[in-house]
């Protein structure tokens, strides 16, 4: 779960480009993209999962939608008490809704899932497309780069990061969880985009472009990038989905978010020990991180069949 | 083969100085007070300084900190831990349980990731393959931190099948439940790669020959699928047992499991980096040997590689 | 089984065999009639496409069903409908009776198996025979098909082997446990011209020497004129015309035939512009309706279009064709 490199190791797509879908209609053509839109609407799958990343994003932006109460208004009075109005989970050992922190756990989640999403995939598109569009020297050094970062368990290297750039520092941990998992994440996206990149460039239309005298730019942006993109995003999609739950593994560890921040993470390791008297406090963030995590593996599920139509 | 063996291990010496020098780096490169990096928030007595100096050398350029670091890997010796115990002699009593415990969740999670994956495999877009695709993805999205405490909270609390917390010398039936735990975290994708793998190679043309020489269906897919199927499944076991370190802090941490894992949770809960910093040390060489067998293995198992 | 000596080696009836997709059903044959004697060589005509490859392995029971179904026909082997045996007794035929090689042998072996395993394999399985005195007939075997050291050979994997010698093991597999027919599907495709000629002289020897039947199944007219007795071509999923080589060499009876014949290259009629066959064979789940061949065909008139496929007229003695025009295109 933590590691990206496991969900995706031998499934990740390769490159779609070129291969024949749906034999014996020459009729109509029609674009890669335009054609796994086409088996995506048709998924069950994408939409259960469209729908619940729509709702968690909502719980994200606008939490007072879901909840009128709090989270930060513990009362001690209320320590342990069972389900109230507007406190249908109940409440922790401080006292708190464990509704509201639980709706207001999916911000910070969310914040720093996207954010490390986008460090990791702008590192592994770079790192990618050097890698495979320029060759030689670059990539044995660029591909050996990835495989020394891939020496270090993903969750090691993690703590030992956050460690160091939380240390000191009197924020609530964004910051640091996510530069933490964006500097360290980005290795399968590379090397995804690397081999689809080298793949799409043996392609007889890049060397026809190649031939026609367009620039390396032109051809890498025009020609081999939008063909590569496919399994990147799908990649994406899933590393999101696995950022969320490395934050709160990273949280449950105590690298992660604190102080004032509430997650889904922290809040499991804080009501952890007083799981044998009253569950919900760690039963309900569980759940809600699950889904989320859910949503978006599935989403990354249902991209790649669309895309990849070879593992029907 | 031979070729083969001596470039892995060259690749696993490049490997290993790479990694272990991006853990030094991500802990001590351009620290302003690295004394403070090991110990946290923790106010640090004279002595505990003197004695992290001689550890680590922080008077020294950073090359030569690093060289300081790799030696006492390399000797066995990592120092002390801020509580004043020997860190190699902690890692010592921790290893026996974790090994167990691995060796145990290892199994679990191949025995039922192969057979499962191959059956699914087998019979793509049938009933079975088709509830353990959902099975699977409902098994990824389960970060370790909400299985680990609701396992223990289910079957440990609730239900009473299997003991809450497990001992030093804890027998395998103790272990069980954590073992599943942590198996969990690699089974779905073992069992994917699995499927997928035994898909393809089911339309493979030497599976048409296989059957054209009126060989059983299951000598077909036992002898000639099987073995082509699990060359990647065991790659892919060789890049899990990073996943199962990973997940083995949670697992110990969660089931007081006195282990390494657990170990090392205590270290990064009390902000005790030397301890940190040795034992994340030591785990990555784990990890790198192990890589190095499921390579050796691989070639045992794929002729290609064998005589490139 | 009560295989019946007397009656004909390999008799396929009207077999028709349909790929249901989730495309639609691709009628890949239709009612296909062959007929195979003891010593003889039978080519199996046809472009890509055409269910020639379809047909060899319905005869065989290989095909991947689901999504492919012999919905019709029988396939009568020594009198018996091969099609109706269960399926332990139909595995029994596979090798023993009826043997294939296939096409491109580098994928058509398993690369992580050594040759005397998949060669020994078959000893072992439908002989009994003891692990070494398996490797011994194996070895016995690649000195049959001539690949040179076969002694320490026999260990090598199929990656190890060039492209003529990983053919000669494919042969050597398939006729390892003697069977009557042999079926071989675009067997030197693959290979280059040289080693081509040298892969179908062993295997018109080796069927010499066993009397065996032999299907050959291509869709390269030089090939076929060398070695083969009598010719089947086939178009969309059926044969269209049967005939003895000579016959068809001399006077084609079928315009597809005769289009065929008219596009090989020849060194003889230098300078003049070589005859295609205009057009793509039909999408097979999309056949023309009449005769399949009608909108690539020069003698095609409304007849062809409208009625549904031409029935098989008899020629001649050994001889059948299915054409409207059959007089015109033999030109009497």
Known sequence: MSDLNAVTAAEAPGPAANRPRHGGSPAKPRSLAGDAWLDLRASKIFWVAAVLVVVILLMALWPSLFTSADPRACDLADKNAGAADGAPFGFDFQGCNVYARTVYGARDSLIVGLSATVIAGVIGLLVGLAAGYFGGWLDALLSRFVDVVLGVPFLLAAIVLANRLSNGQQDNGVLAVTLTLGLLGWTTSARVMRSAVIAAKGQDYVAAARMLGASPARQMFRHVLPNSIGPFLVVLTLLLGINIASESTLSYLGVGLKGDAISWGTAIAEAGPYVRTVAGPVVWPSVFLAVTVLAFIMLGDAIRDAFDPKLR | MFRYIVRRLLQMVLTFFGATFLVYALMFANQDDPYQALAGERPLSESQRAALDAKFHFDDPFLVQYWHYVKGLLTGDLGMSLTQRPISAMLADAWPITIKLALLSVLIAAVIAISAGVLSGVRRGGVFDNVTLVVTLIVLALPIVVLAPLAQVIFGVQLGWFPVTVTRDAGLWDLLLPALVLGTLVIATELRVTRSSVAENMRADYVRTARAKGLTGKRVIGVHVLRNSLIPVITLIGVDIGALMSGAIVTEGVFNIPGVGYNLFRGIRTEDGPLVVGFVSVLVIVFLVINLIVDLLYAALDPRIRYE | ?332
């Open chain 3, 1 to 332: 089984m009560d295989f019946n000596p007397q009656a004909p080696l390999l008799q396929v009836n009207d077999m028709h065999v349909e790929f249901r997709t989730r495309d639609g059903v691709a009628r890949a044959v239709n009612g296909v009639n062959l007929i195979l004697r003891p010593g003889e060589t039978l080519a199996v005509l046809g472009e890509s496409g055409c269910g020639k490859s379809v047909t060899a392995q319905a005869i065989m029971g290989i095909l991947d069903s689901p999504p492919a179904f012999v919905t019709k026909g029988e396939v009568l082997y020594r009198g018996v409908d091969l099609l109706r045996l269960p399926e332990n007794e139909r595995r029994q035929v596979r090798a023993n009776r009826i043997a294939m090689i296939f096409q491109d042998a580098l994928s058509a072996l398993n690369p992580v198996y050594s040759v005397g395993f998949q060669i020994g394999e078959l000893f072992r399985t439908h002989r009994g025979l003891s692990r070494s005195e398996a490797k011994r007939r194996a070895i016995e075997l690649l000195d049959q098909v001539r690949i040179p050291d076969a002694k320490n050979r026999v260990d090598d994997y199929p990656h190890q082997f060039s492209g003529g010698m990983r053919q000669r093991v494919m042969i050597a597999m398939a006729l390892a446990l003697d069977p009557d027919v042999l079926i071989a599907d675009e067997p030197t495709t693959a290979l280059d011209v040289t080693v081509q000629a040298q892969i179908m002289g062993l295997l018109a020897e080796l069927q010499r020497e066993r009397t065996m039947g032999l299907v050959l199944i291509t869709h390269d007219m030089g090939v076929v004129a060398d070695v083969a007795d009598t010719i089947a071509v086939m178009y969309a999923g059926k044969v269209v015309e049967y005939a003895p080589v000579h016959d068809i060499y001399a006077h084609p009876a079928h315009p597809y035939t005769k289009a065929l014949l008219e596009s090989i290259p020849r060194l003889d009629f230098k300078g003049r512009g070589l005859n295609v066959i205009r057009g793509l064979p039909p999408a097979l789940t999309d056949i023309p309706h009449g005769c399949p061949f009608h909108p690539r065909c020069a003698y095609a008139r409304d007849v062809c279009r409208q009625d549904p496929p031409p029935p098989a007229y008899q020629i001649a003695r050994n001889r059948i064709a299915s054409c409207h025009f059959i007089r015109e295109v033999l030109g009497v």
